[in-house]
């Protein structure tokens, strides 16, 4: 059974950083392509960040540029997330997303919250 387990979400002041964690359990990590998605209230959920089974690509969100760093451990089982000069508008619950390059079936996190406020 596979599982995906997301921490380090919290809240920070504006101008701060978090690292998130995506822990895979129950699967061979590295057939996976890694994502991280946020959804925050009364939006879609939208893609932030990609990163390929090597690590080689890598693709953002225009509006997390220059800020968030994606990669990923494939001898750990996990991926991460590193957010720096956070904004309020980046407040949102962060979701770890896997999809199999092989097979395509996909995996979703619990999710973990990120507040950035004052």
């Known amino acids: 059974q596979v599982q995906l387990v997301e921490s380090g979400g919290g809240l920070v002041q504006p101008g701060g950083s978090l690292r998130l964690s995506c822990a895979a359990s129950g699967t061979i990590f590295s057939v996976y392509t890694m994502d991280w998605y946020r959804q925050a209230p009364g939006k879609q959920r939208e893609l932030v960040a990609r990163i390929s089974r090597s690590g080689s690509i890598i693709n953002y969100v225009d509006s997390v540029k220059g800020r968030f760093t994606i990669s990923r451990d494939n001898a750990k089982n996990t991926a991460y997330l590193q957010m720096n000069s956070l904004k309020p508008e980046d407040t949102a619950v962060y979701y770890c997303?896997?999809?199999?390059?092989?097979?395509?079936?996909?995996?979703w996190g619990q999710g973990t919250q990120v507040t950035v406020s004052s």
């Open positions: 997303h896997a999809d199999n390059d092989y097979n395509h079936l996909t995996y």
